[in-house]
């Protein structure tokens, strides 16, 4: 026999989840206890906040293609880690939440902390499911890990009352749950290939979630095999190394001019694995009656014409799409080749970016970042507009992986970049965050520090929610409300959680700094103080003005 908090633990280092994150709570005390018994067969890495915990799990997510997992109480631990659970949910992101819940008995008496998790989750969770005996918990466990992973992945939440985690069982866990990636039809596969064959302008657009390293390389070789152009959408930029000849730019958020007139005057289009979002259509007015051939693979096929209608719909996953269309080889023609160093051409003129003004100018800073960053560094960001930097002026090789919220969650940055330390110990982690968006999760250091997980953090620091005046300039010129900061001494702050500060405000200052930071062994902390004059890289405060009068 075995208490339901022991065999949960179990189940889960069955289904090779030997990590979670959290905030601890009397509400799960036997879970803990679990984890306890495994020892070091299984680590809870302590955070700060639930928000943080949930970003961590969400990150894991995004880097193993298996559930990251977040332990919370009930409550108001739960309504703290939503933040994360949306996020996986834009991001097509696999995870699992746990929450600790009132005793059975005490069910629907408005009991200290009690929430109804299938109301408050039902909008962004895949499945929502309160555990009811101890025995119940190994099906319960592999069905949340094959809901998470399937079709298109996301968030599962399971709630755990205190009396079924205590009660005792003598079931075992589950093996192992593998999810198989849906192939595409022999006929779909057939149909993509004449279509792309006859194309003289295609563009491949990538996103979503569980690709494979091998798909990845896929992807790269089936785009220069044939000359196929290749736009990432919003912050999937590392799916395919950026230094390709294929690849044209990102189509997000503020996207480029040159990549905007490649979705325009592509003839043929190719999507996998994305699902048309607000940022990528720039408000849904792209796609829409252009007479362009559209392709849409997808694993859900609740994605297919959700947004756009298709000229061909395949209900498959992106790493078998890529590589049955690979196989086919289609083969090059001299118009697609022209077609794509055109492409390729603009969009190496929009990487740079004009000075800035002040001393630290942010244009001089990403250069010597692109040229000095490790092959494998793993780049997270938050939102806000500071993010333009690690989006936009960022070349991402095969190596490096790129971390961040779809749905634009500031405090993202940090908790994603400790989480890949504690996954990648050994390799570089480096979160661009800005000074509004780092106050959202700063005490997160203390989790870095105790878990010895720390990552490099830039605070890209203008002393403003940048973002917001953005648009207060464009919309109500010169009625500034609410978007001015006053902050801490952000290097201070990192020396009292143990971790390397520093404050830099001169470019040439800047490798220097870097380089101390990267020596720390406890991570560390540059604050970067930029001119609040400038509301994004190539708009300023009276450009907005004149051109928003």
């Known amino acids: 026999m075995i208490s339901g908090g022991h065999l949960l633990i179990q189940c889960l280092i069955e289904q090779g989840a030997n990590t979670a994150f959290g905030v601890p709570g009397e509400s799960y005390l036997a879970a803990l206890d679990g984890m306890n018994e495994a020892g070091d067969g299984f680590r809870f890495v302590t955070t700060r906040n639930e928000a943080g915990a949930s970003f961590m799990a969400e990150a894991w997510g995004k880097l193993t293609g298996r559930p990251g997992i977040c332990f919370v109480t009930r409550g108001p631990g739960a309504t703290n880690a939503s933040i994360g659970v949306h996020t996986a949910a834009q991001d097509s992101t696999p995870m699992v939440l746990f929450i600790g819940q009132v005793p059975t008995h005490h069910r629907g ?26 025995g119940e918990l190994p099906e319960v466990v592999a069905s949340a890990f094959s809901i998470a992973m399937s079709d298109r992945p996301g968030p599962v939440v399971v709630a755990l009352p205190e009396d ?6 003598g079931v075992s866990p589950l093996p192992r749950v593998e999810v198989a990636e849906r192939l595409p039809a022999p006929e779909d596969v057939e149909w993509a290939v004449e279509l792309l064959r006859l194309s003289e302008r295609p563009l491949v657009l990538v996103g979503g979630g569980r690709w494979t390293d091998e798909g990845r390389q896929d992807l790269q070789a089936f785009a220069e095999e044939n000359d196929f152009a290749v736009a990432p959408v919003f912050r999937f930029h590392d799916l395919m190394d950026n230094h390709s000849r294929a690849y044209i730019g990102e189509a997000g958020v503020g996207m480029p001019v040159v990549v905007k007139e490649t979705i325009l005057t592509a003839d043929v289009i190719l999507a996998i694995g994305i699902r048309f ?98 092959a494998d560094v793993i780049v997270t960001n938050g939102a806000g507009n500071f993010s333009i930097w690690n989006n936009k002026a960022m070349l991402y090789g095969p190596g490096m992986r790129l971390l961040g919220p779809q749905n634009g969650a500031m405090g993202y ?27 959202m999760n ?18 890209i620091n203008n002393g403003s929610y940048g973002t917001i005046r953005m648009h207060q300039e464009r919309t109500y010129p010169h009625r500034v409300s609410g978007t001015e900061l006053v902050n801490p001494d952000f290097a201070a702050l990192a020396h009292a959680y ?45 450009q907005a003005r004149q051109a928003h009068p």
């Open 413 to 439: 940055g940090l908790p994603a970049a400790i989480a890949a330390k504690v996954l990648y110990p050994d390799r570089m982690a480096v979160a661009f965050v800005g000074d509004g968006d780092f106050q």
């Open 277 to 374: 979002g607000e940022m990528t259509t720039a408000g849904y007015t792209l796609f829409t009656d252009t007479g362009q051939t559209l392709i849409h693979a997808h694993p859900s096929e609740a994605e297919l014409g959700k947004i756009v209608e298709p000229t061909l719909a395949m209900h498959a996953g992106p790493n078998a799409t890529v590589a049955a269309l690979r196989r086919a080889r289609i083969g090059s023609t001299e118009t697609r080749r022209h077609w794509v160093e055109a492409r390729r051409a603009a969009f190496e003129t929009s990487i740079d970016f004009p000075s800035q003004p002040g001393d630290l100018d942010m244009s001089k800073v990403m250069a010597w970042l692109r040229e000095n960053l490790p």
């Open 164 to 169: 079924v985690l205590e009660a005792e069982t």
């Open 498 to 542: 143990g971790l390397y500060g520093e404050t830099v405000t001169r470019t040439d200052a800047f490798p220097d700094a870097f380089a101390r930071a990267a020596e720390s062994s406890t991570g560390a902390v540059l604050d970067l103080v930029v001119s609040g004059d400038m509301l994004t890289p190539t708009q300023s405060v009276d």
């Open 442 to 459: 700063c005490q997160e250091l203390g989790a870095a520090f105790q878990a010895h997980a720390g990552p490099i953090v830039l605070v």
């Open 109 to 134: 008496k408005e009991a200290f902390q009690e929430m109804d998790y299938n109301l408050f989750f039902g909008s962004v969770a895949k499945w929502t499911v309160e555990v009811q005996a101890a």
